[in-house]
């Protein structure tokens, strides 16, 4: 019997490089302190700070600049000083979501035009370096590129089968993405009437 690692050798492949490639990258913009370089990065964290720590503490705090996904993710790491303080506890969700991206970009190559092309979608996407420098920062651009990806890949597998099961899932991402930035509202748009396309062609007998 086939193995899990043999089963999924090349994604743990993917994991891997990615989980490194950012977290070198994470420790080079830490050691030069620009982790807060941008100002909404500091904002970022003084709102998630403040639902559990200020005057009047709660979720009122959330949703009145950005949407709130990132927010709430930083919120429990804001709770150490340390991690507040040093921006850690933006980087952290960043970072993950960075991963989680990079494996996606992976599979929709591998999807579409094989196991190269894959890597080619990955090398590219882990050396760009203004994706690098975001995932080291509070800012969502990185949450909100995992979930649209992740929107993209279950679309497709869902459009191979037309399981259920991706349809749901697809829209899970999406709904990820209308909470992370409001580019997602405008996508989430797009992506309902182009399904909406899509089946009333595949299935208009």
């Known amino acids: 019997m086939t193995s ?3 089963k999924h050798f090349y994604i743990l492949c993917v994991l891997g490089f990615a989980f490194i490639i950012g977290l070198a990258s994470a420790y080079y913009f830490f050691a030069f302190d620009l982790i807060n370089a941008n100002g909404d990065s500091i904002a970022r964290l003084n709102i998630s700070r403040r639902t559990i ?3 009047a503490p709660g979720f009122a705090h959330i949703g009145y600049a950005w949407p709130p996904i990132q927010l709430i993710l930083m919120t429990p790491l804001t709770m150490f000083d340390s991690l507040y303080r040093s921006g850690l506890a933006g980087l952290i969700p960043s970072f ?4 989680l991206a990079a494996i996606f ?3 929709i190559g591998e999807l579409l035009w ?7 979608a990955f ?7 203004n994706i690098l420098y975001a995932q ?3 800012l969502s651009e990185i949450f909100y590129t995992a979930s649209i990806l992740s929107t993209i890949y279950f679309v497709l597998r869902w459009t191979r089968g037309h399981s259920e099961k991706f349809l749901f899932l697809s829209a899970l991402s999406l709904f990820g993405a209308t909470l992370s930035r409001y580019d997602g509202w405008f996508i989430a748009i797009l992506a309902i009437i182009s399904l909406i396309i ?4 595949t299935f208009r007998d």
């Not at 993950?96 to 991963?99: E, I, R």
């Open 198 to 201: 899509y089946s009333l062609y």
């Open 96 to 99: 993950l979501s960075f991963v």
């Open 105 to 107: 970009m992976y599979k």
């Open 136 to 138: 080291a920062t509070p």
């Open 114 to 120: 094989g196991r190269f092309a894959g890597f080619a």
């Open 4 to 6: 899990f690692f043999e």
């Open 123 to 129: 090398a590219l996407f882990v050396s760009n370096p």
């Open 53 to 55: 720590d200020s005057a």
